[in-house]
């Protein structure tokens, strides 16, 4: 019976995070469009801050936290409704094409990515409510599994069937698979009972996520800190300005729809699978290292297509390939990593806060993308991720020598050590 109920929880989790994939699928492919119509890379670069939302949303987190319905499910009482939410938004953007009302469909984009974040604060909560020990390697493939699975759908499938289905049609297809997850949360989610020490913290969550925050600011946090937020830094520089790169090489975005996206997120599936295995079979810290250094070799792979100047179709599908593998590889990993830092009394919150750590790092890299493609161009800025994603590796050796205490230092241990 235990089994069924974990390999439930795990469905409805990939499927969850399915829901999310889709709409952020759909916003991957923008940048080709954008620069198709001949958007400057600094501007397209600017575009990421579209998701802020995935930020800040360490703000509304201890609401989630706080509030809900137990006779409905603390955490279905948010699902249902913001995932609603997301496929109005997404109705609403059918009728919003870009060649027309650019700056409406922004707007747009930017609800779409604030109702997914404030989905990602339950679901990442549920996670915490429901899995627990050797199963976080498990959960953490399902939550990027299913995240990348909606993607491909979302951002692949669905743009490279465009000319057939329509710019309407193709959202209306995103909009129709939301309200399908939906329908599979109503009828199978059951949310586990409450455990005593969650109702006595919930009121105090705000002084919770204090201490959390202040507990990161210790020095023997930092180094923790520092990991999370530069793992990412070198990979999305490169992943921001790796479409327009391919689209002034003559490429199109039905193209790269199909190479990067769809073939590429198939074998970031793979990878997540791979480093929800190593992290279940490894010690989290360790399996951060192998993933790690298979990522940075292949950061090496999209560097080399700058070299070749225009890269045959074939160069493209390889390297692509391979760098979507090894990013899907330490992305589970890290999220392992990360959820066994989480006190499960506050899970949705703590989770957040580390969560909202790593969305930071992405920023950096994203927002400087185009700036630094135009001064440096496509081969200097390539090689400068490439060189970043190396360098994080060395923080493997003062993080190995310092125990992280982000839990530790303001909460009981938790669960999962």
């Known amino acids: ?168 049609g193709m959202l209306f297809a995103i909009a129709g698979l939301i309200l399908a997850v939906l329908m599979g949360v109503l009828l199978f989610l059951r949310e586990p009972p409450e455990r005593p ?38 990979e999305t520089m490169v992943d921001a300005m790796l479409k327009p790169f391919l689209i002034d090489a003559g490429y199109s975005p039905a193209q790269l729809a199909k190479w990067v996206t769809t073939y590429g997120m198939v074998a970031s599936l793979l990878g997540s699978a791979l480093g929800g295995a190593v992290a279940y079979r490894l010690p989290i810290l360790s399996a951060v290292a192998l993933t790690g250094i298979v990522r940075a070799l292949s950061m090496a792979g999209e560097y080399y297509l700058t070299v070749l100047g225009k890269p045959s179709p074939s160069a493209v599908i390889l390297a692509t390939t391979f760098e979507h593998f090894g990013g899907g590889a330490l992305t589970t990993a890290m999220f392992a990593f990360m959820m066994s830092r989480v006190d499960r009394r506050v899970g949705a919150t703590h989770y957040t806060v580390l969560a909202c750590i790593e969305i930071l790092g992405k920023f950096p890299g994203r927002l400087l993308s185009g700036l630094l493609a135009t001064s440096l161009g496509y081969r200097g800025m390539f090689g400068l991720g490439t060189a970043l994603s190396f360098a994080f590796l060395l923080l493997l050796i003062p993080l190995s020598k310092s125990s992280p205490k982000v839990a530790r230092e303001a909460l009981p241990p938790p669960e999962s050590d």
């Open 197 to 234: 020490e969650t109702e006595q913290t919930r009121g105090s969550l705000y002084a919770l996520l204090s201490s959390i925050l202040r507990s990161l600011l210790q020095l023997s946090s930092l180094w923790l800190v520092l990991f999370i937020l530069s793992y990412k830094i070198g």
């Open 1 to 168: 019976m235990a089994q069924v109920s974990r390999f439930r929880s795990l469905v409805l989790l990939f499927f969850l995070y399915f829901a999310q994939g889709l709409p952020f699928g759909f916003q991957t492919e923008l940048s080709s469009f954008l620069r198709q119509a001949g958007m400057s890379l600094t501007k397209i670069g600017l575009a990421s801050l579209l998701a802020l939302p995935w930020f800040f949303k360490w703000l509304w987190a201890p609401l989630v936290d706080r509030f809900g319905w137990p006779q409905f499910g603390r955490r279905k009482s948010w699902i249902v409704p913001v995932q609603v939410l997301l496929a109005l938004v997404c109705v609403a953007a059918a009728f919003v094409p870009p060649t027309q009302h650019l700056s409406a469909l922004m707007a747009l984009v930017l609800l779409m990515n604030l109702f997914a974040a404030t989905q990602d604060i339950a679901v990442d909560g549920l996670a915490v409510d429901l899995l627990a020990g050797k199963d976080l390697g498990p959960a953490n493939t399902v939550q990027v599994v299913g995240y990348k699975f909606g993607m491909i759908m979302g951002g692949g499938v669905l743009v490279s069937a465009s000319e057939q289905l329509g710019w309407q």
